[in-house]
């Protein structure tokens, strides 16, 4: 099996694919974790946490030949490379320059774009074959632009809603927290839903007026969604964008298969 990782800011996200006697990936998803990505955990820790996941489904961790990484916290990654090599006994391949993506990156530094920005653009144009623009919903919202000719053309960062509400939350001395949900109406007749509602509908009209611009500045492209929030945030986009949670996942197999002879060799 292959097992490829994402490790985000907030959540690591986890997915094993069957891998065949060649040695590439078949593309369904045997098994997917969500779990919170913690800057005190132990490679060992990780280790133990993850074989938990893998008895809880019945999976064998010895079954794992190939492990793919990507990751946006660099404190992480000689955790992550230890814990597959102890646990595993696999040297896991990371995301980073160098890598075999396929893809042209039109960025000033290339290198400064996030493994997980080039990853989800990968998968897109691999799986659309046409201009599209990726939202990441996660602890920061990226807006990723792809070319017609599968190109990575730049982006956009912003906040995430948890980012906003937290700020909020935290210089407002006499606003509650609240669940962050989609209230019943727009105009709000209480506290939590003025909160809610500031915080949904003007999350939505962020990602809406960043998308309308993009979207300006392209030939006709289509629009995804991905990352932990895209249900919610993307449900109240007017661009109705195809929300993919696997996204991630399916650009590091993409990826993993891309270098497959470099590996061999």
């Given at each position: 099996m292959l097992l490829v990782i994402d490790v985000g800011n907030t959540e690591t996200e986890l997915?094993?694919?069957p891998m065949r006697e060649d040695g590439t990936a078949a593309p369904e998803?045997?098994?997917?974790?969500?779990i919170s990505t913690s800057q005190k955990q132990t490679a060992d820790e990780h280790g133990v946490l993850i074989a938990q996941l893998?008895?809880?489904?019945?999976?064998?961790?010895?079954?794992?030949?190939?492990?793919?990484?990507?990751?946006?916290?660099?404190?992480?990654?000689?955790l992550?490379?230890?814990?597959?090599?102890?646990?595993?006994?696999?040297?896991?391949?990371?995301?980073?320059?160098?890598?075999?993506?396929?893809?042209?990156?039109?960025?000033?530094n290339p290198a400064e774009v996030g493994a997980d920005?080039?990853?989800?653009?990968?998968?897109?144009?691999?799986?659309?074959?046409?201009?599209?623009?990726?939202v990441d919903f996660g602890t920061a919202t990226t807006f990723d632009a792809v070319s017609a000719k599968g190109e990575y053309m730049g982006g956009v960062i912003?906040?995430?809603?948890?980012?906003?509400?937290?700020?909020?939350?935290?210089?407002?001395?006499?606003?509650?927290?609240?669940?962050?949900k989609r209230p019943p109406h727009v105009i709000g007749?209480?506290?939590?839903?003025?909160?809610?509602?500031?915080?949904?509908?003007?999350y939505v009209g962020l990602v809406d007026g960043i998308l309308e611009r993009i979207l300006g500045e392209m030939e006709a492209a289509r629009?995804?969604?991905?990352?932990g929030m895209a249900q919610f945030i993307a449900g109240g986009s007017k661009f109705a964008p195809e929300i993919d949670e696997s996204l991630t996942l399916m650009g590091l197999r993409i990826i993993w298969e891309r270098n497959l002879h470099n590996r061999r060799k």
């Open positions: 997915g094993l694919f998803l045997t098994a997917q974790w969500r893998f008895a809880m489904r019945g999976l064998e961790m010895k079954a794992v030949t190939g492990i793919i990484v990507a990751s946006v916290v660099p404190p992480q990654e000689s992550v490379r230890q814990m597959c090599e102890r646990f595993f006994g696999v040297k896991a391949l990371f995301i980073e320059p160098g890598i075999r993506t396929g893809m042209p990156v039109h960025y000033d920005r080039i990853v989800n653009a990968v998968a897109a144009y691999e799986k659309y074959k046409q201009s599209c623009v990726v912003a906040p995430g809603i948890g980012i906003s509400a937290e700020a909020l939350f935290d210089r407002t001395a006499r606003l509650p927290r609240v669940d962050i007749s209480n506290t939590v839903h003025s909160l809610q509602s500031g915080l949904f509908h003007g629009v995804i969604a991905t990352g």
